[in-house]
């Protein structure tokens, strides 16, 4: 119990960072962020992701470059008025300033077939959980990120010269939270608002 609570005192501080430091980052850190995302649960245990580390310039620039042409598509023409409306707390905008401020961008693929040709199952769901917990990992080991779903995403696979059986799912901009940077003033929903009991679980016998 108190290691669970614990947990959720820490995972509970995450937010949304777009304000990153200079401050290096070490790769062995990140590393470790990964391997904890790899014990995710797949089907059938095919492990259908890729997480591609990006930590040089010019990368990130190509990167930022193709992203901020798709944002700017959907800012002006593909989402509807309900959409940006939701989107205005938040403040986010067509600058994606972050894909480069960051230390290290990790973008996650997910696999449509096995390396070796063989079919893989339940890819969306086992790629989300694996997402889950790098997000969870990099709160843990003091990391700040950022979710980031430029649509559609395509242009990752170019600028990073991925096969055609991956496909880009999510990009995380990870590093150190810039001094005295602003995050989205949110509030999560209550456990009376997620959590549904049905019925009691048997006394340990």
Same mark, same amino acid.
């Given at each position: 119990?108190?290691?669970?609570?614990?947990?959720?005192?820490?995972?509970?501080?995450?937010?949304?960072?777009?304000?990153?430091?200079?401050?290096?980052?070490?790769?062995?850190?990140? $590393?470790?962020?990964?391997?904890?995302?790899?014990?995710?649960?797949?089907?059938?245990?095919?492990?259908?992701?890729?997480?591609?580390?990006?930590?040089?310039?010019?990368?990130?620039? *190509?990167?930022?470059?193709?992203?901020?042409? $798709? $944002?700017?598509?959907?800012?002006?023409?593909?989402?509807?008025? $309900?959409?940006?409306?939701?989107?205005?707390?938040?403040?986010?905008?067509?600058?994606?300033?972050?894909?480069?401020?960051?230390?290290?961008?990790?973008?996650?693929?997910?696999?449509?077939?096995?390396?070796?040709?063989?079919?893989?199952?339940?890819?969306?769901?086992?790629?989300?959980?694996?997402?889950?917990?790098?997000?969870?990992?990099?709160?843990?080991?003091?990391?700040?990120?950022?979710?980031?779903?430029?649509?559609?995403?395509?242009?990752?696979?170019?600028?990073?010269?991925?096969?055609?059986?991956?496909?880009?799912?999510?990009?995380?901009?990870?590093?150190?939270?810039?001094?005295?940077?602003?995050?989205?003033?949110?509030?999560?929903?209550?456990?009376?608002?997620?959590?549904? *009991?049905?019925?009691?679980?048997?006394?340990?016998?």
């Amino acid at each position: 119990m108190a290691a669970v609570r614990s947990f959720f005192e820490t995972i509970d501080q995450r937010r949304t960072v777009r304000e990153f430091a200079h401050t290096p980052v070490p790769l062995e850190l990140i $590393e470790w962020v990964i391997r904890a995302a790899g014990t995710a649960p797949s089907g059938a245990n095919k492990q259908p992701w890729r997480f591609v580390v990006v930590g040089d310039a010019e990368t990130k620039r *190509k990167m930022r470059e193709a992203a901020e042409v $798709e $944002e700017r598509e959907f800012y002006t023409r593909r989402a509807s008025p $309900e959409w940006l409306a939701d989107l205005a707390p938040l403040g986010t905008d067509t600058n994606k300033e972050f894909l480069e401020k960051a230390p290290w961008v990790i973008v996650v693929f997910k696999l449509m077939q096995t390396d070796e040709g063989k079919q893989v199952y339940y890819v969306n769901e086992s790629v989300g959980i694996a997402v889950g917990m790098l997000l969870a990992a990099a709160q843990i080991a003091g990391l700040a990120t950022l979710t980031h779903t430029p649509s559609p995403m395509g242009f990752l696979s170019e600028v990073l010269g991925r096969p055609a059986h991956e496909r880009a799912f999510v990009v995380i901009p990870i590093g150190y939270a810039a001094e005295g940077c602003r995050v989205p003033d949110i509030h999560r929903k209550p456990l009376s608002e997620v959590m549904v *009991k049905i019925g009691d679980a048997p006394e340990a016998g």
